[in-house]
Structure formats: structure tokens, C-alpha cells
Nanobody, 121 residues
């Protein structure tokens, strides 16, 4: 399975972005989709995950209430809507696919190339 993340960019503090993750080469509905981010000089960190149906989601505390993860199985696409962005959200954002449910990067089998989000003050 291949993933392609897009939608990053430069946004001002308090702004919003919607990231997309298009999945190909597999049965999209078989996979849990996670979003992770890696800030400069830091480890890759979990952001959010959505299960096979949108009824099951989980967020890191750092984004809870500001971000919404979703998926459209008909379009083989997952989304991460991010609101009230702050400079601390600046990072490369990656989407990843797993056959199981996890918040750990090592449990994900396939990764997108990442999309850069920069929040300026």
C-alpha cells in the first residue's frame, strides 16, 4: 500500500489547515490510518488515529479539541483538520497505515512522504 500526504503549508497563528492522505495499492478500509508529526530536532510523535470506520478515533492530548481526524472510504482518503494552530504545531506531518489499532509508529507498515506545516507568529 502507498500513501501520499498533502495539504501542508504556511499558516499564521490561530489559522487552520486540512491535511489529506490518499492511499493506493490496497484495500483502504482494511487499514487504520494514523497521523504523526516530527518537529525539527525531535522524535516522530503520534497525533491522531482513525479506525476502519470513523466511529473510532483517538487523539494525542496536544491536539485534542483542535484537530479532527476522518476518512472517506469511497475516496481512499484520510484527513486531518487542524484548527487554532500554534508555532508548536510546526512539523512535518506523516500519515501511515496499519492493519491494527495503534498509537505507536513502529506498528505502522506503510508511510507517506510527509507534508510540512509551518505556523508563523
Amino acid at each position: 500500500v502507498q500513501l501520499q500526504a498533502c495539504g501542508g503549508g504556511l499558516v499564521h497563528v490561530g489559522g487552520s489547515l486540512r491535511l489529506s492522505c490518499v492511499v493506493s495499492g490496497g484495500t483502504f478500509s482494511d487499514y487504520t490510518i494514523g497521523w504523526f508529526r516530527q518537529a525539527p530536532g525531535k522524535e516522530r510523535m503520534f497525533v491522531a488515529v482513525v479506525g476502519w470506520s470513523v466511529d473510532r478515533t483517538y487523539y494525542d492530548d496536544s491536539v485534542k479539541g483542535r484537530c479532527t481526524i476522518s476518512r472517506d472510504n469511497a475516496k481512499n482518503t484520510a484527513y486531518l483538520q487542524m484548527n487554532s494552530l500554534s508555532p508548536e504545531d510546526t512539523a512535518v506531518y506523516y500519515c501511515a497505515a496499519s492493519k491494527g489499532w495503534s498509537t505507536y509508529a513502529e506498528h505502522y507498515d506503510a508511510w507517506g512522504q510527509g507534508t510540512l506545516v509551518t505556523v508563523s507568529s
